[in-house]
Nanobody, 127 residues
Framework: QVQLVESGGGLVQAGGSLKLSCAAS????????MGWFRQAPGKEREFVSF????????YYADSVKGRFIVSRDTAKNTLYLQMDNLKPEDTAVYYC????????????????????WGQGTQVTVSS
């Protein structure tokens, strides 16, 4: 079993920054990828970003490209999301996810492509 714990959410003004963290624990001997999704009220869970754990390849949704940076600390099994120039439309619950076995890049951009999920952390951006 794997546990994921997100932290770093909060309230910020438009144009501001936040950095989210997601710590993985448990049976994490093999990590293929970790990623971030977000969900606003009444909307579907939306892909934000993911990183291939070994290859260090990163992928971003068009809506956040150029504003967000995903990174990882392999020694700590921790995923990060640096969010800059935040906009009100970024307001959502942000969830981290982990995939332990091979998965295609295409499927990792969907919520069905991941093994385990964290509890989520609220990000609110005021105008």
């Amino acid at each position: 079993q794997v546990q994921l714990v997100e932290s770093g959410g909060g309230l910020v003004q438009a144009g501001g920054s936040l950095k989210l963290s997601c710590a993985a624990s448990g049976r994490t001997g093999r990590i293929y990828a970790m990623g971030w999704f977000r969900q606003a009220p009444g909307k579907e869970r939306e892909f934000v970003s993911f990183i291939r754990w070994s290859a260090d390849n990163t992928y971003y949704a068009d809506s956040v490209k150029g504003r967000f940076i995903v990174s990882r600390d392999t020694a700590k099994n921790t995923l990060y999301l640096q969010m800059d120039n935040l906009k009100p439309e970024d307001t959502a619950v942000y969830y981290c996810a982990i995939q332990l076995t091979f998965q295609t890049t295409e499927r990792l951009t969907t919520a069905r492509g991941w093994d385990y999920w964290g509890q989520g952390t609220q990000v609110t951006v005021s105008s």
